[in-house]
């Protein structure tokens, strides 16, 4: 077997190319780290003298010292043995990259008295379970801590909100149970909005056999400032108000409960929020529409609804990555807006990278598109005889349609013929450039595509078909200055989608990025695709294009003529 | 970086990606991802370099840096895509080993990243138990648990471990 995946691996190796812009590329991140580094030591040197004078002031027990922000700021906890940082706490010397807070981190005072023990289990269990190193994992908000009795025993607990250093990473709400040395219940992480008016952790009960550690028959409700009720229901509208001591309260649950359906109400602010206790299923929530927004405000829009950003799998719409895609925008999100999913889990992003190499921009996701029919005299049967070279512009890829050597005889293969590449033909009035599409081996008949060129008239892009050897025009589209990227809607449920001269490979989303469907990966022929367009005309498709120097030619969604 | 630094970075790039590039491919799979991959470690190693070149061999600290940010990403993405092309391109062309190495390959997709980490550095870098432990930042006897359970898992998921090994053809 070993000597299975050695071969394999070679095999794969082999093919591996390393870009000539590689270094190129290295530098440029270098350069645009070092510089977000500086800002950020900046930022944050402003920010830990701020923090330490209110620390000074507001913790005289002293903080923790990884609870260098939020919890600091509030009303403070202190910890059993404040004490030099634990072993788990050695990264927190460097100011980390992400040492600004994710959007949803829960500025709220810490309350009760953290353990130190419960902290550094929450620490080292947050960061085993998303395979981080210490100098990975950011500074971290205490929201509460305390020794309580569980069952027959007494266990300490900790909840506390971690996060990583990837800009952008949501802060995760970890709560840890920890009796003696045995962790009972290790840890619940989940990502919950920044608005969200109350933590609430099942705890650790006594079940039938009378052993800690069985079914859940208590809660911990830690709420945010500005709480003012806490209410119990047990599913059955027996509902029972909660005291909360210091805006934390444990709450046993009703033995009667029905199954799913207790919860806990919050009232703040004059309005009650309900935050269900489920045993067996997990929350769902409402997945946001975060399409045309940048990916920090997409990131923090969906945090605040308890997802976590992720990133769309493919190859051309993911040319942008993690960082740099910081300032781009999100073209494409799967599962889509309005769909009820798990709370926690992962929306695909993809990012429209804005690595436009030409001049000419993308039309924007919001801009409407102004196109329209009109009317052009049909083209008669194209003469032997061509005018002139064509412009760059009417090639539109179109160059790559070549002649195929099966096309059968017919009687208008002399016309036929004579269109078959895009060039230039003149007829008063209008001039053309040509092309026949091909399906397969075979000319697609009907489907004919021509740049013309009418005199006074904007150019048009024509969708015609063929009769009799003649040209006859079915529709035209004026054409926006400069505009270098067309998808034409073909009989058949066919789409054509012609790139820039040069390009040599792309993606095509029929979906227009408001579904969960993955682009279609093709190789162009020179610049231009055929595809399936499927049951019901998209109006319009996101596109990415590539050329052979893997240079991104153009991303934008384009209206389908 | 003074400009001796960036001459002597910049030679390790132009001497080291054509090899670093193929650990990371084998490590996630897709040529993209790998590109990414090693642009973030290299670019990672650019802003350590005077600490880096003075304390540890960059080899080590390029790969510790891209099994990090990998699986950091993974974290996040909490999909795994498989390089569809690759791993069907090889079942065009008839023949049992090109169809056992597609198999091979997609199984080796649908490992965790850890353990396909663990299979990478030991059986492709030929590190050590320790020194994939080191790059992992973990124990020796994890390692050798992840490379038990990813081996088994290979070949459970392939049926391969009758087969001889596949030819490679350079």
Request: glycine share 10%; hydrophobic share 40%.
């Amino acid at each position: 077997m070993v000597d299975t995946l050695r071969s394999l691996f070679a095999a794969h190796a082999e093919d591996v190319i390393v870009p000539p812009d590689l270094l190129e590329r290295v530098e440029g991140s270098a350069r645009r780290r070092r510089g977000r580094r500086r800002v950020l030591m900046a930022s944050s040197t402003a920010a830990a003298l701020t923090l330490g004078v209110l620390g000074v002031l507001l913790v005289p027990g002293g903080a923790h010292p990884r609870d260098t922000g939020l919890a600091a700021a509030g009303a403070g906890c202190a910890t059993h043995a404040p004490q030099p940082a634990p072993s788990w706490a050695a990264g927190a010397a460097a100011p980390p990259a992400g040492a600004l807070p994710p959007a949803n981190v829960l500025d709220w005072p810490c309350r009760g008295l953290v353990p130190n023990q419960a902290l550094g289990a929450a620490f080292s269990a947050y960061q085993a379970d998303h395979g981080l190193t210490n100098s990975q994992v950011g500074p971290l908000s205490l929201l509460y801590g305390g020794r309580l009795r569980l069952g027959d025993s007494t266990g300490d607990v900790v909840v506390v909100q971690l996060w990583s250093t990837d800009p952008g990473a949501p802060a995760s709400t970890v709560s840890v149970v920890v009796s003696g040395t045995r962790q009972v219940n290790p840890v619940q992480d989940v990502v919950l909005p920044a608005d969200t008016p109350a933590v609430v952790r099942k705890l650790p009960g006594t079940s039938t056999d009378g052993q800690t550690g069985g079914d859940s028959e208590q809660l911990l409700v830690v709420t945010a400032p500005g709480v003012t009720s806490v209410v119990y229901d047990d599913g059955h509208g027996q509902r029972r108000p909660v005291p909360l001591v210091d805006g934390a309260a444990i709450v046993p649950r009703a033995t009667d409960r029905a199954d799913d359906k207790d919860a806990v109400l919050v009232a703040a602010a004059g309005s009650t929020t309900r935050i269900g206790v489920y045993d067996q299923r997990t929350p769902q929530t409402v997945v946001p529409d975060v399409r045309g927004l940048r990916l920090p405000a997409a990131t923090r829009r969906l945090g605040a609804a308890g997802l976590v950003t992720g990133e769309q799998p493919g190859h051309l719409l993911r040319a942008c990555t993690g960082r740099r895609c910081v300032d781009d925008l999100v073209a494409v999100q799967s599962p889509p807006p309005g769909e009820r999913i798990t709370t926690g889990t992962s929306v695909q992003l993809t990012v429209i990278p804005g690595l436009i190499s030409t001049s000419p921009a993308p039309p924007t996701p919001t801009t409407p598109y102004a196109s329209g029919t009109h009317p052009v005299a049909d083209l008669p049967s194209p003469p032997t005889t061509s005018a002139s070279p064509a412009p760059a512009d009417a090639l539109v890829g179109a160059d790559g349609l070549h002649d195929q050597p099966h096309w059968p005889r017919r009687g208008d293969e002399a016309a036929m013929r004579r269109v078959l590449v895009a060039g230039e033909r003149s007829h008063s009035p209008v001039t053309a450039s040509l092309a026949v599409l091909w399906s397969g081996s075979t000319p697609a008949a009907d489907a004919v595509v021509g740049l013309l060129d009418p005199p006074g008239r904007p150019p048009q892009l024509a969708v015609a078909t063929l009769r009799d050897g003649a040209i006859r025009v079915v529709s035209s589209h004026d054409l926006r200055d400069g505009q270098r990227v067309f998808a034409i809607q073909l009989p058949g449920d066919q789409l054509l989608v012609l790139g820039p001269p040069g390009t040599t490979e792309g993606e095509v989303d029929t979906t227009d990025g408001t579904g969960g469907v993955s682009p279609v990966s093709l190789k162009a022929q020179d610049g231009a695709f055929v595809i399936s367009s499927g049951a019901g005309a998209p109006r319009r498709v996101l596109v990415s294009l590539r050329g052979g120097s893997g240079d991104v030619l153009f991303v934008g969604h384009v209206p389908v003529m | 970086m003074r400009a001796q630094e960036q001459e002597d970075f910049r030679s390790f790039v132009v001497h080291s990606s054509p090899r670093l590039l193929r650990t990371a491919y084998l490590l996630t799979g897709d040529r993209h991802e790998a590109e990414d991959l090693l642009q973030t470690a290299l670019a990672r190693l650019a802003l350590a370099w005077r600490r880096v070149q003075a304390q540890e061999a960059l080899d080590a600290y390029v790969r510790r840096t891209m099994v990090n940010a990998l699986i950091s990403s993974r974290r996040r993405r909490r999909v795994v895509t498989v390089d569809a092309a690759a791993a069907t391109e090889p079942t065009a062309a008839a023949g049992p080993d090109l169809e056992a190495r597609a198999v091979l390959w997609a199984a080796l997709a649908r490992l965790p990243v850890r353990q396909r980490a663990v299979v990478v550095l030991r059986y492709w870098e030929d590190l050590s138990e320790a020194e994939t432990a080191q790059v992992l930042g973990t124990a020796i006897g994890t390692v050798k648990s992840q490379a038990a359970r990813a081996l088994a898992k290979l070949r459970a998921d392939t049926g391969l471990s009758e087969l001889a090994p596949l030819e490679v053809t350079r």
